[in-house]
Nanobody, 120 residues
Framework: QVQLVESGGGLVQAGGSLRLSCEVT????????MGWYRQAPGKQRELVAT???????NYAESVKGRFTISGINAKNTVYLQMGRLKPEDTAVYYC??????????????WGQGTQVTVSS
């Protein structure tokens, strides 16, 4: 069964940096894309960044120039390097992966989330 495990969240002061990691394990033939989403209390989940298997990236306007998504290759792992963090970046960050199993059935999977808290 496919599982996604996020790590790297924590407490950081405004202006600081964090790097999130997401490792995908299980019955995986290929991963076509991965992404990071976030959800703050009382708010809807929003897209942060995505990356495709070939390396194309997409970012929310609010994080462009501050966050960088990378990875997806060797160990089925994606990273989110977050810099110049702001209090409004505080949220639970969720990893998403679009996975094809060995029967070539494509499904989206989600991690359990990792908390990022940015203090003023």
């Amino acid at each position: 069964q496919v599982q996604l495990v996020e790590s790297g969240g924590g407490l950081v002061q405004a202006g600081g940096s964090l790097r999130l990691s997401c490792e995908v394990t299980g019955s995986i033939f290929s991963i076509s894309a991965m992404g990071w989403y976030r959800q703050a209390p009382g708010k809807q989940r929003e897209l942060v960044a995505t990356i495709t298997r070939v390396g194309d990236t997409n970012y929310a306007e609010s994080v462009k120039g501050r966050f960088t998504i990378s990875g997806i290759n060797a160990k089925n792992t994606v990273y989110l390097q977050m810099g110049r963090l702001k209090p409004e970046d505080t949220a639970v960050y969720y990893c998403n992966a679009r996975v094809a199993d060995y029967g070539l059935v494509v499904s989206d999977y989600w991690g359990q989330g990792t908390q990022v808290t940015v203090s003023s």
